[in-house]
């Protein structure tokens, strides 16, 4: 089965990683698209990051209705901070296919990860543009991909904002996790 790995904190999951996640899995054509709930990012701090498992239940609510995306919560049980070449050893074994999925702003910061060099000529790439940070040259990269899909102005950090400041995050989020989201960040101000 070819999977898409769709690290990140999801400090909350938004439409847009939904949409991005759908998009990328059609264009792909991938059989699956995890997304890995992050526990700790080494280059973010713990700033008001709500607690990992409430994260993946989030992802978990989100994803529940499409049968192609999964919540995967294997960081979890692997060391902190989380580096994706460990979680990509663990996974090594498996009988699965993957691919990693990232914005461009990610793939371009490639070169300050730990042991990068293990897993970016090993693994398909999906990448998404993400605004001001443009790719100039895959030609480096034959495994990995550019997909065309539109650019969304939607970041996690700006719901958080929202929620801080009493705004509504209608339509940001799944309906199912909305109140539950605006209750923990307008908490946490």
Same mark, same amino acid.
């Given at each position: 089965? #070819?999977?898409?790995? /769709?690290?990140?904190? @999801? *400090? &909350?999951? =938004?439409?847009?990683?939904?949409?991005?996640?759908?998009?990328?899995?059609?264009?792909? #054509? !991938?059989?699956?698209?995890?997304?890995?709930?992050? &526990? !700790?990012?080494? /280059? $973010?701090?713990?700033?008001?990051?709500?607690?990992?498992?409430? +994260?993946?239940?989030?992802?978990?609510?989100?994803?529940?209705? *499409?049968? #192609?995306? #999964?919540?995967?919560?294997?960081? !979890?049980?692997?060391?902190? &901070?989380?580096? %994706?070449?460990? %979680?990509?050893? @663990? !996974?090594?074994?498996?009988? =699965?296919?993957?691919?990693?999925?990232?914005?461009?702003?990610? /793939?371009?910061?490639?070169? $300050?990860?730990?042991?990068?060099?293990? /897993?970016?000529?090993?693994?398909?790439?999906?990448?998404?543009?993400?605004?001001?940070?443009?790719?100039?040259?895959?030609?480096?990269?034959?495994?990995? %991909?550019? =997909?065309?899909?539109?650019?969304?102005?939607?970041?996690? %950090?700006?719901?958080?904002?929202?929620?801080?400041?009493?705004?509504?995050?209608?339509?940001?989020?799944?309906?199912?996790? +909305?109140?539950?989201?605006?209750? @923990?960040?307008?908490?946490?101000?």
């Amino acid at each position: 089965m #070819k999977v898409g790995l /769709f690290f990140g904190s @999801f *400090n &909350p999951i =938004h439409i847009g990683h939904l949409i991005i996640a759908n998009s990328i899995c059609e264009q792909a #054509k !991938l059989d699956e698209v995890w997304f890995v709930v992050s &526990p !700790l990012n080494p /280059f $973010k701090g713990q700033g008001d990051m709500a607690p990992a498992n409430l +994260r993946l239940s989030w992802v978990e609510q989100s994803v529940i209705d *499409n049968p #192609k995306l #999964k919540a995967s919560g294997i960081e !979890l049980d692997l060391p902190i &901070p989380s580096y %994706t070449y460990q %979680t990509l050893d @663990f !996974l090594k074994s498996d009988e =699965h296919t993957y691919h990693l999925i990232m914005g461009s702003d990610t /793939f371009l910061s490639l070169p $300050k990860w730990k042991n990068a060099a293990d /897993f970016i000529y090993s693994y398909p790439i999906e990448i998404y543009q993400r605004p001001h940070s443009e790719i100039d040259d895959m030609n480096a990269f034959p495994l990995a %991909t550019l =997909h065309d899909l539109p650019e969304l102005e939607i970041s996690a %950090t700006r719901l958080r904002n929202k929620c801080k400041a009493g705004n509504s995050i209608q339509y940001y989020v799944r309906d199912v996790i +909305r109140e539950e989201v605006k209750s @923990f960040y307008s908490a946490s101000r």
